[in-house]
């Protein structure tokens, strides 16, 4: 049975609670897959999985992330601008990156990181899939600006450019109702 190339794009190098998670998605489906995952250099997580047998393809810059969840950083604040530029900074050494993975599958491990899904449709042959890991923040009517617009903006762009997208909790899923 020839078994399909999955490529799994984690961008955290601690290994907290999406570690964990992680390994379990990876050993579930290894089953049909051969995977590797592509994983900060030279980081905590990067040994986690070393130390479980599961293949890691290492990076050694930042990606760059769409902080977007609960609990996470205002997205009118210095934290989330920064991520921006590291998005456009290293955009040239991620779209290598995917070109040169050779994955049929690739999937995003977090929906702050769904940015990638237009790279990987541009510049590969792979599909792409997207985890969404993360609760949504809560929106009340009149406060929070600019979430909304942000929400609609993930929303738009994962049901362009992903072929499947997965969900973590049944409140997220039903929230994002994409078709």
């Known amino acids: 049975m020839n078994r399909k190339k999955l490529i799994i794009i984690h961008h955290c190098g601690t290994i907290g609670g999406s570690g964990r998670s992680l ?5 579930m489906l290894s089953e049909k897959y051969d995977i590797s995952v ?4 030279d980081s905590q997580m990067s ?3 070393t130390d479980n ?12 992330s769409l902080s977007y969840y609960s609990g996470g950083p205002d ?3 210095r934290t989330f601008f920064k991520e921006i530029l590291y998005i456009l900074k290293n955009r040239r050494r991620r779209i290598e990156l995917l070109k040169n993975c050779g994955a049929d599958l690739i999937m ?3 929906v702050t990181e769904s940015f990638i899904a237009k790279e990987i449709k541009k510049y590969t042959s792979s599909k792409c899939i997207c985890f969404v890991r993360e609760t949504l923040p809560h929106i009340k009517k009149g406060k929070n600006k600019g979430y909304g617009f942000f929400f609609n903006f993930l929303k738009r762009y994962m049901e362009k450019y992903c072929d499947g997208v997965f969900f973590i909790s049944d409140f997220d899923r039903l929230s994002y109702n994409l078709s």
Do not use: E, H, K, M
Not at 23 to 27: D, G, K, P, R
Not at 38 to 41: D, E, Q, S, W
Not at 53 to 64: A, K, M
């Open 23 to 27: 390994l379990q998605t990876v050993n």
């Open 47 to 49: 040994v986690f999985l």
């Open 108 to 110: 995003i491990n977090s």
């Open 75 to 77: 997205i009118f604040g």
């Open 53 to 64: 047998n599961i293949d890691v393809i290492p990076y050694s810059f930042r990606l760059g």
């Open 38 to 41: 592509l994983c900060p250099a």
